[in-house]
């Protein structure tokens, strides 16, 4: 049997992008009977399956809301905080890299050294997959299993390691070392694949795609999604940031997408947002003049709020500036079935769902877009789910990547 250790330091925050990824490998790997060990930053729910290794994070507070486990960012003027935010700052890749390091030296004493132990680093933050790296450097018997479904190295997300030559190039020499040092890497999409065997080709015969997918709970307790069935009024939902969180890439702006909108006048409107939003975000939305359009703004939504508001969508907003990832929310939207409204760029992961997605449409800056987006909308019809990314679909093909490690 063997003994998986999955780093994720973040594992259990609601509002954190990687735990549903995290979830699903906990998940997995206990369906392929291997005893799972998550090292994780915080001290989270309990769970009789697995085991629990939490390591403080000097960077990183937790507070319970609503049952789920998220991060504090509260006191942003008091000393403390602001002496945190400049060491932050010289931090490589990221201010993770201290619990990283940490967590380092608790497995190199824990772990016993033999062929059926594998660590497998799964971002975001990037620095985790240097736990994998400085933990092999002693145990050499050890497998390490690098999720890179982030896009970290092809597209980084960190503004100062583009901006900063000295940092970029320690953080490249990073990847370097942990790619070469890795067993198996994982990447999110073909793109992403394509990307990283144009910048290191000898990589070919042990990177691999398993794309994120279906919310593990949603399939797992057979959540239905309704229809939304109130005639004469199309709910149109946003979830996720207003502004843009990729540097140097155009930031679509969602107020062009809903000026567009108000030039429908056969139907009512309601465009529902949900996300961690800045007062600055907030009011520069409802300062707008968006004729008969209603706005709705909620806080960032967990499990039953959550899927309520999925079930009261009839359509979704996308924005996704990435070439080569699919936002996470992509697979939520797909789960219900119900039409999508994507701004992307040509050529990119997205604009392939139109390949086995039926309900999705592609927004052009044009009425026409929007028109053939809201009679979607307004049939209520459910879009069968692509098979794809199904939980099952990628569990095997994480089981076929098993066999050769």
Same mark, same amino acid.
């Given at each position: 049997?063997?003994?998986?250790f999955?780093i994720a330091?973040f594992?259990?925050i609601k509002s954190?992008?990687?735990s549903?990824?995290?979830?699903?490998?906990?998940?997995?790997?206990?369906?392929?009977?291997?005893n799972?060990t998550?090292?994780?930053?915080?001290?989270?729910r309990?769970?009789?399956?697995i085991?629990?290794l939490?390591?403080k994070?000097?960077f990183?507070n937790?507070k319970?809301?609503?049952?789920?486990f998220?991060?504090v960012?509260?006191?942003k003027n008091?000393?403390?905080w602001?002496m945190?935010?400049?060491?932050k700052?010289?931090?490589?890749?990221?201010?993770?890299?201290?619990?990283?390091?940490?967590?380092?030296?608790k497995?190199?004493?824990?772990?016993k050294?033999?062929?059926?132990e594998?660590?497998i680093?799964?971002?975001?933050p990037?620095?985790v997959?240097?736990?994998g790296?400085?933990?092999?450097?002693?145990?050499r018997?050890?497998?390490t299993?690098c999720?890179?479904?982030?896009g970290w190295?092809d597209?980084p997300?960190k503004?100062y390691l583009?901006n900063?030559?000295?940092?970029?190039?320690?953080e490249?020499l990073?990847v370097?070392r942990?790619e070469k040092?890795?067993?198996?890497?994982?990447?999110?999409?073909?793109?992403l694949?394509?990307?990283a065997l144009?910048?290191?080709?000898?990589?070919?015969?042990k990177t691999?795609?398993?794309?994120n997918?279906?919310?593990?709970e949603?399939?797992?307790?057979s959540?239905?999604?309704?229809?939304?069935?109130?005639?004469?009024i199309i @709910?149109? =939902?946003y979830c996720?940031r207003l502004? *843009?969180?990729?540097? /140097?890439?155009?930031e +679509?702006?969602i107020?062009?997408?809903?000026?567009?909108?108000r030039?429908?006048?056969?139907?009512k409107?309601?465009?529902?947002?949900?996300?961690d939003?800045?007062?600055?975000?907030?009011e520069n939305?409802?300062?707008?003049?968006?004729g008969?359009?209603e706005?709705?703004?909620?806080?960032?939504l967990y499990?039953l709020d959550?899927?309520?508001?999925?079930g009261r969508?009839?359509?979704?907003?996308?924005?996704s500036?990435?070439?080569?990832?699919?936002p996470?929310?992509?697979?939520?939207y797909?789960?219900t079935?119900?039409p999508?409204l994507a701004?992307t @760029?040509? =050529?990119?992961?997205?604009s392939?769902? *139109?390949n086995?997605? /039926?309900?999705?449409? +592609?927004y052009?800056f044009?009425?026409?877009?929007?028109?053939?987006?809201?009679e979607?909308?307004d049939?209520?019809n459910?879009?069968?789910?692509?098979?794809?990314?199904?939980?099952?679909y990628l569990?095997?093909?994480?089981l076929?990547?098993?066999?050769r490690?």
């Amino acid at each position: 049997m063997k003994n998986v250790f999955i780093i994720a330091p973040f594992w259990g925050i609601k509002s954190h992008v990687g735990s549903e990824r995290i979830n699903k490998l906990v998940s997995w790997f206990r369906e392929l009977n291997c005893n799972v060990t998550v090292v994780t930053s915080g001290n989270q729910r309990k769970n009789i399956e697995i085991t629990l290794l939490c390591i403080k994070n000097p960077f990183t507070n937790f507070k319970k809301y609503n049952n789920a486990f998220i991060t504090v960012n509260s006191e942003k003027n008091s000393i403390s905080w602001k002496m945190k935010e400049q060491v932050k700052n010289i931090l490589i890749p990221d201010p993770t890299i201290v619990w990283s390091l940490k967590a380092s030296m608790k497995l190199i004493f824990k772990i016993k050294n033999t062929e059926n132990e594998i660590i497998i680093s799964s971002s975001p933050p990037e620095s985790v997959h240097i736990v994998g790296l400085l933990v092999g450097f002693v145990h050499r018997k050890i497998k390490t299993i690098c999720d890179f479904r982030d896009g970290w190295i092809d597209e980084p997300l960190k503004g100062y390691l583009l901006n900063n030559s000295i940092k970029s190039k320690i953080e490249k020499l990073i990847v370097n070392r942990i790619e070469k040092r890795a067993n198996i890497i994982i990447l999110n999409t073909d793109n992403l694949l394509l990307a990283a065997l144009l910048r290191n080709p000898k990589m070919a015969h042990k990177t691999f795609v398993i794309t994120n997918g279906y919310p593990i709970e949603f399939e797992r307790n057979s959540v239905q999604i309704s229809k939304y069935e109130n005639k004469g009024i199309i @709910n149109v =939902n946003y979830c996720g940031r207003l502004s *843009k969180s990729i540097p /140097n890439r155009n930031e +679509y702006d969602i107020k062009k997408i809903i000026t567009t909108f108000r030039q429908i006048i056969d139907c009512k409107i309601i465009f529902n947002f949900a996300g961690d939003y800045t007062i600055r975000e907030i009011e520069n939305i409802k300062k707008e003049n968006f004729g008969n359009i209603e706005i709705n703004i909620y806080e960032p939504l967990y499990e039953l709020d959550y899927i309520n508001f999925l079930g009261r969508a009839d359509g979704f907003i996308l924005l996704s500036p990435s070439i080569n990832s699919i936002p996470i929310k992509t697979f939520d939207y797909l789960f219900t079935g119900k039409p999508i409204l994507a701004l992307t @760029n040509a =050529n990119s992961e997205i604009s392939k769902l *139109k390949n086995y997605y /039926n309900g999705i449409v +592609y927004y052009d800056f044009t009425t026409s877009s929007v028109f053939s987006f809201l009679e979607k909308c307004d049939n209520k019809n459910i879009n069968p789910k692509p098979n794809q990314f199904t939980n099952a679909y990628l569990q095997n093909k994480l089981l076929t990547i098993m066999e050769r490690i």
